[in-house]
């Protein structure tokens, strides 16, 4: 009897088979025969997760939008999967097709979270594809990678060929575009279609960059190779995201992923400015799509999908100058189709008791607010614009409304924390408690529960916390002790992160390329999934770091000096290292900055296009 | 063909269908949600039910367990409207894929609850099939006594039940190198027969599948038949 050597004959001995054998409503299917690239979107993670991932479903459509390009999709295999595979020989194989990804002109990995990394490295290895990027041969498939942790790639950057920085929705079929017309007209070698790739605005090619470094340890520069080789990359930003390309369809996953609905994104960008948000800088400037668009879509997307929940996204759904307009909009169908509208966690002092009124998602879930810190001198110093009152008038709404459970996020080790601000986190749980006694009996609703939720800041790239020093394990251990011993009542819950998760997350958030050893060491040692709890291993993290020579203090404890040349100089992400210098520098004051619809603080986010109608 | 009536709002469309191939690895749980997206893509005319969060009524009958394929699987689905089942079962095949469609639609009155005997093909595919496997696999499924162990509730021991009660009969053959069982079990909800049984009290009792190298040795169990309690067709 023959081996059967394919995915199929496995699926009745792993975990939740559903998730590896696609066929989905609404894939895209074309002849490989027909198409002049065939591109693979390959997701660091499961199949539940990167199937809600909206960054993948808009690229699917944009890339299979060309006659000549394929775009499928690849998740990662679970634990019990991958063994499988490996016991017995199987490649990683793409959804639609089922083909091998060695038989693919492009892979693009979807880079969300640092922790993905070693699973990304893990999915070439289970594909039979070297994991550096210099081992690889001619015809093996260019590897992409993109998504918000690219804006410091520096540690994997030796693993790819080819870096996409900013917004993917032009860049990706340029990219492909090159590729064909090169590989038509017979200039194409790898060498060759990289070099030319480094022109297009967007796009990080690492190998053609030198880099030195000081003797402390600090890097001295960035030297690209050749003179055409531009020595900063520029991200790419969609000027007009209202005329931006936007599925219409969804491909319809049989079984149940993480964010399993319509999800309709409102705009990209942020007006807040919160200091140690990275994601609030990097997609500056904020570019909002009419209700008209977004109503359309989300019709359209009903009718393709059948979907009975829309999700309404963005980094701070309330900000949207005309939400009124889309709410009302939305509900004039949506009620009758049997659609029920939700929004994410509202900003504390946008919650109403008409939002409250309107979505039924703030009508019937949780309440999650986020003051980040403790108290109000904290919250100025990063520029988090809420107050105590604030949050006492929202937490009063919703107790009025029939809410009674409500979840409070703060995060440990800000830059001059001190012990007073943590206790000011217990405080403010025990004034939310508060409020709720102070309605009469009959007008609150039972059983009041609080939660404290906090995790450990992490300083990123491109936010005006980047130079700072990340606490110490010890100091946040400390901290979040002191925490627990400071909430005595009984209705307050209080979990925390790891802190041993976050200084991993750090030294590869702000690592330079001499960290590439230990990941690939740590892939070696199939590491995987390092964002599940259940395979992050503090201590194996540990050993594999100091086995390649690295110091995880020089990234974390350390801090980076003003005037040193950080991993991320390589990139222009459009605001300025002046307007990150002038933030940190009023941090340290105390000094808050007013958002963009109030006035413009001159971030120079504008200068790469999107410009909006607030900015200078 | 019943009339729809204040007191009677909506009419019952029986739909069966097929779930076969990869789908086989789908649960009932997410077969359900998925239906409930068929159903409003294929914009039938559908009755919801009435509460905060309605949801259109469906009633499966004998849910499949995951690693089972079908070609007779039954739902019964209210419509306010009595819209052509043809005209139904095009819109919803539609919005289908290849290993799901639909097979025949119709209005009824009857109840899913009068579907008492499934039949299934089982093909085994195993180091030792003859045709005395063949042979000693029907004897052992037609004995009195078909002992499995089966577990009543997750986390508490096995009990060993005897399956021989809820198979009505049962046949096999050696075919191209394969064990076939055609076999009809149990399908009333008091005594429900997982096929997947079947696989286990040949493997205890005559030795199938012991061959440990997975991908060589194999099976699929395909629902074919659906029958009232004194053998007709159910439909
Ligand atoms: S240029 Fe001004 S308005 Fe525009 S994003 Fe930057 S700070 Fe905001």
């Given at each position: ?9 496995v ?29 693979a ?5 499961t199949y539940?997760i ?143 279609f ?29 030297k690209p ?11 790419r ?38 200091r140690?948000?990275?994601a ?19 019709k359209c997307?009903?009718?393709n ?9 963005s ?33 504390i002092?946008?919650?109403s ?21 403790g108290t ?44 007073e ?49 990340q ?40 690592g ?7 990941i ?29 020579g ?6 974390t ?30 941090a340290?004051?105390a ?25 200078n | 063909?019943?009339q ?19 789908l ?7 077969l ?14 559908v009755?919801y ?28 689905i ?12 095009a ?32 093909i ?47 046949r096999a053959?050696y ?5 076939h ?23 205890d ?25 004194d ?5």
């Open positions: 009897m023959s081996e059967i050597k394919n995915l199929s004959s699926l009745k001995s792993v975990s939740k088979p559903g998730r590896y054998i696609g066929g989905e409503y609404n894939r895209i299917i074309k002849s490989k025969d027909e198409v002049k690239c065939r591109f979107f390959c997701f660091p993670d539940e990167g199937m809600s991932n909206l960054g993948v479903r808009i690229l699917y459509d944009v890339l299979n939008s060309d006659k000549d390009v394929w775009c499928e999709r690849v998740y990662a295999p679970w634990e019990d999967m991958k063994k499988k595979m490996e016991e017995y020989d199987i490649s990683l194989t793409a959804v639609e097709s089922g083909d091998p990804l060695t038989e693919f002109d492009m892979l693009g990995f979807s880079l969300q979270y640092e922790l993905c990394y070693t699973t990304a490295l893990q999915m070439l290895r289970l594909a039979g594809i070297p994991i550096w990027a210099r081992d690889r041969s001619e015809d093996t498939p260019i590897i992409i990678g993109g998504g918000p942790c690219v804006y410091n790639s520096e540690p994997i950057a030796e693993f790819f060929d080819l870096i996409n920085v900013g917004e993917g929705e032009e860049v990706l079929l340029e990219i492909c575009h090159l590729y064909n017309s090169m590989k038509e007209n017979g200039s194409y070698t790898r060498e060759a990289l070099r030319a790739a480094s022109h297009i605005e967007g796009v990080y090619i690492p190998s053609l960059y030198e880099v030195s470094y000081n003797e402390d340890g600090t890097i001295r520069e960035y190779l050749y003179e055409d080789v531009p020595a900063k990359i520029k991200k930003v969609i000027a007009d995201l209202d005329k931006a390309p936007y599925p219409t369809k969804l491909v319809m996953p049989y079984v149940e992923t993480v964010h399993d609905r319509i999800v309709l994104e409102v705009y990209r960008g942020c007006i807040r400015g919160c140690f948000c990275q609030g800088m990097v997609y500056r400037p904020i570019r909002e799509k009419s209700p008209e668009t977004l109503c359309n879509t989300a997307l009903f009718e999908t059948g979907y009975d929940e829309i999700s309404l996204i980094l701070s759904i309330s900000d949207y100058s005309e939400l009124r307009e889309l709410t009302d909009k939305l509900l004039s169908w949506t009620d009758e189709a049997h659609v029920s509208l939700s929004l994410p966690s509202l900003r002092d946008s919650f008791e008409e939002l409250m009124n309107k979505i039924s998602s703030v009508r019937t879930g949780g309440l999650t607010f986020a003051p980040e810190a109000q001198r904290l919250r100025d110093v990063i520029n988090k614009n809420v107050t105590e009152d604030d949050l006492m008038h929202a937490v009063d709404i919703a107790f009025r409304g029939g809410k009674s459970s409500v979840k409070l996020y703060f995060m440990n080790g800000l830059p001059t924390e001190t012990m601000d943590i206790e000011g986190i217990a405080d403010l749980a025990k004034k939310v408690v508060g409020a709720y006694f102070k309605l009469p009996k009959g007008e609150r609703p039972r059983g009041i529960s609080v939660t404290v939720s906090v995790s450990c800041f992490v300083p990123k790239p491109f936010t005006p916390f980047q130079w700072e020093a606490d110490s394990l010890e100091s946040l251990v400390e901290k979040q002790k002191h925490l627990r011993g400071c909430i005595t009542d009984r209705k307050i819950k209080y979990n925390y992160h790891e802190a041993k998760v976050s200084r991993i997350e750090a030294v590869l958030a702000r330079d390329r001499r960290l590439a050893p230990a690939a060491l740590a892939v070696e040692e199939g590491f995987m999934f390092d964002a599940w709890d259940e395979y992050f291993d503090y201590d194996k993290w540990i050993d594999v770091l100091d086995r390649a690295v110091d995880p203090d020089f990234y404890t350390r801090g980076f000096g003003l005037d040193e040349v950080l991993p991320w100089d390589i990139i222009d992400c459009g605001v300025t290292k002046q307007f990150l210098l002038r933030e940190r520098s009023k340290y004051e000094k808050t900055t007013p958002s963009c619809a109030e006035h413009c603080s001159g971030c120079g986010a504008n200068k790469l296009g999107g410009k909006n109608r607030w900015c | 063909m019943v729809l009536t204040p007191n009677h709002p909506y009419v019952t469309l029986r739909v069966k269908f097929k779930k076969v191939g990869s086989q690895y789908i649960s009932h749980l997410d359900v949600r998925t239906m409930h997206k068929i159903i409003v893509r294929a914009k039938l005319p009755w039910t009435a509460g905060y969060n309605p949801k259109p009524k469906m009633i499966f009958a004998a849910p499949l367990s995951i690693g089972t394929e079908s070609v007779c699987e039954f739902m019964d209210r419509l306010i409207d009595d819209i052509s089942p043809e005209l139904a079962k819109r919803l095949n539609e919005n289908m894929t290849d290993e799901m469609q639909v097979l025949d639609a119709y209005y009824t009155e009857g109840k899913l609850t009068e579907l008492r005997w499934l039949e299934y093909d089982f085994i595919c195993t180091d030792n099939a003859s045709d005395s496997l063949a042979d000693e696999c029907e004897r052992a499924l037609l004995s009195d006594s078909v002992t499995v162990e089966k577990k009543t509730k997750p986390g508490e021991p096995t009990v060993t039940t005897n399956i021989a009660p809820m198979i009505k009969s049962a053959t075919r191209d190198g394969l064990i069982i055609n076999a009809v079990l149990s399908a009333d909800p008091s005594s429900f027969l997982n096929p997947e049984y079947i696989i286990r009290a040949l493997r009792s005559v030795g199938i599948l012991k061959n440990p190298r997975l991908t060589e040795e194999s099976y699929s169990i395909m629902r074919c038949g659906a029958y009232r309690e053998m007709t067709d159910f439909r």
